[in-house]
């Protein structure tokens, strides 16, 4: 049987350090009575220690224990001599024992006392409320945080508003938190000293527990009293695919200050983020102008550039960013990160030499990347290259080879190698490779949604449906599912008001994601509504000008009596996707010559 590092402490162990102090007390006795007998010389005056004798001896027992690998019984030793002393080192000592004998509860316990027995120490809050965090004990932490606030100074306090969130990052009960803090926030909030912390502090807590709207609210506040706070312009910018009035102040702060470079910079990952590829790449396009000795824009803009089908931009951009990258570099020799980077650079090539169909020039990017163990997107994009070539069979092996052990490595696989077999439209072997994947993840609402998709490839709609409908049901806020199901009700022309009601849900959920607000123009065609499916339409497009939006933005344009608009929208996307299905077949059914 396991042995735990905390048992329950042994009676001889306590009788040993009991006798080890009675004996030194009785020593101390008899020798104040022999000195009474026989007078000594005059002596020094002497500085006593606050340590008694017992106390010493019951200290050198626990330590003795510690080293003897005794942390139960040392623990305990030592937290009744912390109790008895009130010595704060002793208490931070007792919690160390139990931290590093993976004994959280018992660590609490001995922060507690700590807390209790000296109510006036910063510390032992702070410690107390880590061991909660890390504990997940949410209904506990609000008194902690009230002492803290009370304790601390104005900037400790400041301090502490700005760490709790992150504090409680990885809680799985967000909701939780959020609601124990929550009072302590909103009265620290009435503190004009502490306003904005506690503001946004409760910002980050609501946005952690999938609460936009509030979210949103919050930090508004603290951005109109103060229109360029950063803390506050972080936290729209984490807001604004769910939150669209969330991007205008991040706007005014850059028209008022251009030379932002590091807010430039985020807002445009934060519209990549939200798949505003169009928009993205502009900014970190004048940031290559802006910056231009600076790698990090140049690699931004290639992989956009690759994403936007324009490869001879994104080799441009990225070999731009392999020599700032070169040039960096102070002692000679890249660092990790560094070698990182220049390794995802190679890998992006690899991808604008498939645009090209250039096979052995994908292969040679490849080969120059080296990894201690196989990963997942340099193992897919070897298997592709390979199935490119007519080699399936060696492809699919080659995704076999990735680990396997866990759910989460599991899952991997079968993702990388689907993907693979949906990008070489081989419908029915990925259908049925995501059967098994599903009969052995069935909680895992992607591979349920990848499922799906596959279904739909294959006309397998009510299977289509049921699937999606179980992927709401296991991930509720899976805006993708609800996408998907009512675009497909959409192009069939079923249940059209069901249809919408389910893209408006996506939309709430995904305000600006351009395969939303695709599927929200398609479904206003299907009703017959050409003036705003053209808006929404053109809106998807300006955002990412992929061949499926096209297809669609073109079919509305010709309906209207656009056609030579609609033409030019299908030929963009043709330039970019030549083949694309959607441009193709839309153009056959509406009879539109090029």
Not at 92 to 98: E, F, G, N, T
Not at 102 to 122: C, F, I, N, T, Y
Not at 364 to 370: C, F
Request: hydrophobic share 45%.
């Amino acid at each position: 049987m396991p042995r735990s590092p905390f048992p329950l402490l042994r009676p001889s162990r306590l009788a040993l350090a009991c006798a080890l102090g009675l004996g030194s007390l009785a020593l101390s006795v008899h020798a104040g009575e022999a000195d009474a007998v026989e007078p000594a010389a005059p002596a020094k005056p002497v500085q006593n220690s606050a340590m008694d004798a017992p106390m010493f001896y019951q200290l050198l027992v626990g330590e003795m224990e510690l080293r003897s690998g005794e942390m139960g019984v040392a623990y305990q030793v030592l937290l009744d001599a912390a109790r008895r002393t009130q010595d704060e080192p002793l208490y931070k000592r007792v919690v160390q024992i139990a931290v590093q004998g993976r004994a959280g509860e018992q660590a609490l316990v001995a922060a507690k006392a700590w807390r209790d027995g000296m109510p006036g120490s910063l510390e032992a809050h702070q410690t107390t409320l880590q061991l909660l965090a890390l504990l997940n004990k949410p209904q506990e932490i609000a008194a902690p945080v009230q002492s803290l606030l009370k304790l601390g100074s104005e900037s400790q306090s400041q301090q502490l508003l700005r760490s709790l969130p992150g504090l409680f990052a990885r809680t799985p009960e967000p909701q939780r938190v959020l609601e124990a803090l929550q009072p302590t926030l909103q009265a620290s909030a009435r503190n004009p000293a502490l306003r904005q912390g506690a503001l946004l502090c409760e910002a980050r807590l609501q946005l952690a527990a999938g609460h936009a709207a509030p979210a949103w609210t919050l930090t508004e506040q603290v951005l109109q009293q103060e229109p360029g706070q950063e803390e506050a312009l972080g936290l729209a910018l984490d807001l604004m695919d769910r939150q669209p009035p969330a991007e205008a102040p991040v706007r005014a702060a850059l028209a008022a200050k251009p030379d932002h470079h590091g807010l430039r910079q985020a807002y445009a990952r934060a519209l990549a983020r939200s798949q505003r590829l169009v928009e993205a790449a502009a900014e970190f396009r004048r940031l290559t102008v802006d910056t231009p000795e600076q790698p990090t824009p140049w690699y931004a803009l290639g992989s956009l550039e690759l994403e936007l089908h324009h490869p001879e931009r994104a080799e441009a951009a990225l070999q731009t960013f392999l020599k700032r990258l070169e040039d960096s570099i102070a002692d000679g020799e890249l660092s990790e990160s560094g070698r990182e980077a220049r390794q995802q650079a190679w890998l992006l090539l690899s991808r604008v030499a498939e645009q090209r169909k250039d096979w052995k020039t994908a292969q040679a990017w490849l080969d120059r990347i080296e990894v201690a163990s196989p990963r997942a997107d340099l193992s897919y994009r070897k298997a592709l290259l390979l199935a490119r070539q007519g080699r399936l069979d060696q492809a699919r092996q080659v995704i076999h080879e990735l680990p396997g052990e866990t759910d989460e490595q599991l899952r991997t696989r079968f993702m990388a190698e689907s993907q693979l077999l949906r990008d070489l439209q081989q419908w029915p072997a990925a259908y049925e490779l995501l059967g098994r994947a599903t009969a052995r993840l069935p909680a895992d609402a992607d591979l349920l949604y990848e499922q799906a998709m596959m279904a739909e490839k294959l006309n397998l709609l009510d299977e289509m449906e049921q699937q999606l409908r179980r992927t709401i049901e296991i991930s509720p806020k899976h805006f993708h599912a609800y996408n998907a199901l009512g675009y497909s009700l959409a192009d069939r022309k079923l249940r059209l008001d069901e249809a919408r009601e389910l893209i408006v849900k996506a939309l709430s959920l995904a305000p600006k994601e351009p395969a939303i607000v695709d599927s929200m123009g398609w479904v206003e065609y299907r009703l017959g509504r050409l003036q705003e499916a053209q808006r929404w339409l053109a809106e998807a497009y300006a955002s990412r000008p992929d061949g499926d939006i096209a297809a669609h933005l073109g079919e509305v344009l010709w309906q209207s009596g656009q056609k030579d608009k609609a033409r030019q929208v299908w030929a963009e996307g043709l330039k970019r996707e030549p083949g694309n299905e959607a441009i193709l077949e839309a153009r056959q059914r509406l009879q539109a010559a090029p």
